[in-house]
């Protein structure tokens, strides 16, 4: 559970693999901490007022930089990144589906058509997800960040 502060680090993380939820509108405060304990998660935050809240574990990241958070949560709660990434909707957190190719093959961009053998839908959102380059830039990232 990452605090409202965290939704760029929630994202990437979701793109990880990490089970990342979010405050839903207009929940703040203790019902975040409370939420966290009741769904077993530990409250991720940048905020030292955070644990002054109900009995829930928190684990603190650094304030305004990304890398270091990431590295912050790989080092603490690791998990095989090569075998998760790209399984969570980075928007919702929804595990994705694979899906044939050419069910959704017009909404490909062509020159991506070529080079991937599988997609993957958000059950939720329905957005798509297919390895790309973008995807291989950003699997080299993850694993600089388990180094
Ligand atoms: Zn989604």
């Given at each position: 559970?990452?605090?409202?502060?965290?939704?760029?680090?929630?994202?990437?993380l979701?793109?990880?693999?990490?089970?990342?939820?979010?405050?839903?509108?207009?929940?703040?405060?203790?019902a975040i901490?409370?939420?966290?304990?009741?769904e077993?998660?530990?409250?991720?935050?940048?905020?030292?007022?955070q644990?002054?809240?109900?009995?829930?574990?928190v684990?603190?990241v650094?304030?305004d930089?990304?890398?270091a958070q990431?590295?912050?949560?790989?080092?603490?709660f690791?998990?095989?990144?090569?075998?998760?990434?790209?399984?969570?909707?980075?928007r919702?957190?929804?595990?994705?589906?694979?899906?044939?190719?050419?069910?959704?093959?017009?909404?490909?961009?062509?020159?991506?058509?070529?080079?991937i053998?599988?997609?993957?839908?958000?059950?939720?959102?329905?957005?798509?997800?297919?390895?790309?380059?973008?995807?291989?830039?950003?699997?080299?990232?993850?694993?600089?960040y388990?180094?």
């Open positions: 559970m990452l605090d409202g502060m965290l939704v760029g680090l929630a994202r990437r979701r793109l990880m693999g990490y089970d990342c939820a979010l405050p839903r509108p207009g929940e703040a405060g203790p901490a409370w939420r966290a304990r009741a077993g998660r530990v409250l991720v935050t940048v905020s030292r007022t644990l002054e809240r109900p009995p829930v574990e684990f603190l650094p304030e930089d990304l890398t990431v590295r912050a949560i790989v080092r603490r690791p998990i095989d990144v090569e075998r998760l990434a790209f399984t969570r909707c980075s919702d957190n929804t595990p994705l589906k694979t899906i044939p190719l050419n069910e959704v093959i017009t909404r490909i961009p062509p020159r991506a058509r070529e080079l053998t599988e997609v993957r839908r958000c059950p939720q959102c329905g957005r798509l997800y297919w390895d790309g380059t973008h995807v291989e830039r950003m699997r080299k990232r993850m694993r600089e388990t180094e």
